[in-house]
């Protein structure tokens, strides 16, 4: 994989990079970076899609490609971030957690065939540990491009995040998988990532979700974010059943980009939710 092209690019003409923050989510379905220059302003977007299905060894060379070739990662800046958005993730209550045993739990739920770095975060809002797995060859590149980043699991931002009274169901869409969290009652229930290849593959795991809950489609709040276009017959399709639908607005204590506006807030506001959570 010699060179991939971004399917957003988005860059404001000055930008003090020194001073700025890069923001970065990683994972199989591909590469999504974010700007925030000192002030509060977000002053730059770029999103990489991969194609569905690549090996541990393709998607490190998808990832060394777009370091080699995006001018936003050419830059220094005071602080970088990564996100990883790999599946392979659960939730552990602190009491049963045990760093000997991680790879175990993940094995036992996702079985064996790709091993990789399992690593933890603490969910301090819950007492619970995110334990997740990333292939080793894509650790490698990132840490030989961003070695001083700070790393995290994006599943481990939305669950820190302030839960609302009521059924909720946050999303991120993905070009092929879908994040699903649910919270009921105001309580965190799951979080989970599903691939997809049309819409009914998606609402079967939204209602999946919902009946495996004992929470009613028509009642729960469902909060949209990532690419998924209201005019779109995946949004269509879900509306069928679920009428209480919230589209994501972009995060109210920045500023941005006038370009980033030209796009709907929600494509991108999980991205820099981000910012919020370091």
Known sequence: MKH?????SIQAPKINFETAQLFAEAG?????????????????LAVYTFETGLSDHELAAGFTAIFNSENLLQKQYSRSHIFWSFPESI????????????????????????????????????????????????????????PFATQTHVFTTMVNQDIPAGDHLFTVFYSNSLTIMLCKAGQLQVIQNFTYSNADDCVFHLLNVCQGFDVQPED???????MIDARSGLYGTIYKYFLQVSFDELPGAYTYHETIHDHPAHFFSHLFALASCV
Request: charged residues 15%; glycine residues 10%; hydrophobic residues 45%.
């Open 4 to 8: 991939v092209n971004p399917s957003f």
């Open 28 to 44: 199989p379905t591909g590469f999504s970076i974010v700007v925030l220059e000192a002030g509060q302003s977000f002053k730059a």
């Open 91 to 146: 939730l552990v209550p602190a009491e049963l957690m045990n760093a000997g045993r991680n790879g175990n739990m993940l094995n036992l739920v996702f079985g064996d065939a790709r091993q990789g770095l399992t690593r933890s975060d603490f969910v301090y809002r819950h007492n619970l540990h995110q334990v997740y797995r990333i292939p080793q060859s894509t650790a490698d590149v990132f840490s030989g491009f961003l």
């Open 220 to 226: 729960v709040v469902l909060h949209i974010n990532g």
